[in-house]
């Protein structure tokens, strides 16, 4: 499997259902229509499940030592344990940019899932500004902060290993989580926030 090809197209195809799903939550937000509603709604879904997939493919590429993948040959070793390795998923910048944005679509399912059905009069804009700011994540992480690259040839046979503080205590491993899981949390009430001032 080519795992970098697949990651890009995975980050691609999320770019395109945020910003679809953007443009059709701020028209059903103005014009009130359920249709509109209806079609942000799985929109969202479908943006999340894009973001969570390539999360899952980097996990896999970074589990069977991948050094095709750009990101797994600047964190990956053959020497580090499997949980040391899954986690070094957030060991450095592109990757813990990638696994914001599962953290966003954690969110944004979660959302959909307990809350759109209950605001239906602001669950258009909230969609359409958590969607914005999606999309914005998305060109962030297929543009300047892409963990999919390809490595230049000739590919290592093995890595550095991810951030030697990952591994110096479980705290550090747990660390980012913590913290994205509060940063990224705040996308939700911010867009409720908007949802409403543009409602009146």
Known sequence: ?????????????????????????FWGGRRRTEAAHVLSKWLAYAFSGALIAANLVMIKALLSHDFS????????SLATPTHITIVSLWSSLEGSILFWGAVLGLYTAAWEHRE??????????????I????????????????????????????GPGPNPLLQNHVLM?????????????MTIPFSMGVAALLRG
Do not use: K, W
């Open 1 to 25: 499997m080519d795992h970098a090809a697949l990651g890009r197209a995975l980050i691609l195809v999320s770019i395109v259902l945020a910003s679809a799903g953007a443009v059709v939550g």
């Open 69 to 76: 993948v750009g990101y797994v040959a600047q964190v990956g």
């Open 116 to 129: 759109a059905d209950r605001h239906r009069d602001m669950a258009p804009y909230t969609i359409g500004t």
């Open 131 to 158: 969607l914005t700011i999606g999309a914005f994540f998305g060109f962030l992480i297929a543009g300047p902060a892409n963990p999919f690259l390809d490595t230049p040839l000739p590919l290592p046979t093995d």
């Open 173 to 185: 491993i747990i660390h980012p989580p913590m913290l994205y899981l509060g940063y990224v949390g």
